[in-house]
């Protein structure tokens, strides 16, 4: 069974930075992309930035040049450094993995979320 645990979410000033972990546990033979998406009430979960295995990333055009996503391939996690969080960056935020295992040929996990509220 695969797992993605999520970590580092919370509440900072806006002009603060906080740092999300995601690390991804199980029979996991091998990962492809990581990323991190985040979602609002009543919204759609939209993508926030996110990394292959090479270190190919993208970003959501409202996070460019503030957050920074950064894998461990060693380690199966992934990494989300937000700075300069505004209150808007207020939402729940998902780990998302595609992962093969020894019995598929890949799929997609997603963490439970991690909250982070940016105060004004």
């Known amino acids: 069974q695969v797992q993605l645990v999520e970590s580092g979410g919370g509440l900072v000033q806006a002009g603060g930075s906080l740092r999300l972990s995601c690390a991804a546990s199980?029979?996991?033979?091998?990962?492809?992309?990581m990323g991190w998406y985040r979602q609002g009430p009543g919204k759609q979960r939209d993508l926030v930035a996110t990394?292959?295995?090479?270190?190919?990333?993208t970003y959501a055009d409202s996070v460019k040049g503030r957050f920074t996503i950064s894998r461990d391939n060693a380690k199966n996690s992934v990494s989300l450094q937000m700075n300069n969080l505004k209150p808007e960056d207020t939402v729940v935020y998902y780990c998302?993995?595609?992962?093969?295992?020894?019995?598929?040929?890949?799929?997609?996990?997603w963490g439970k979320g991690t909250l982070v509220t940016v105060s004004s």
């Open positions: 998302n993995a595609h992962i093969r295992t020894p019995v598929d040929y890949g799929m997609s996990y």
């Open positions: 199980g029979r996991i033979s091998r990962i492809n992309v």
């Open positions: 990394i292959t295995s090479g270190g190919t990333t």
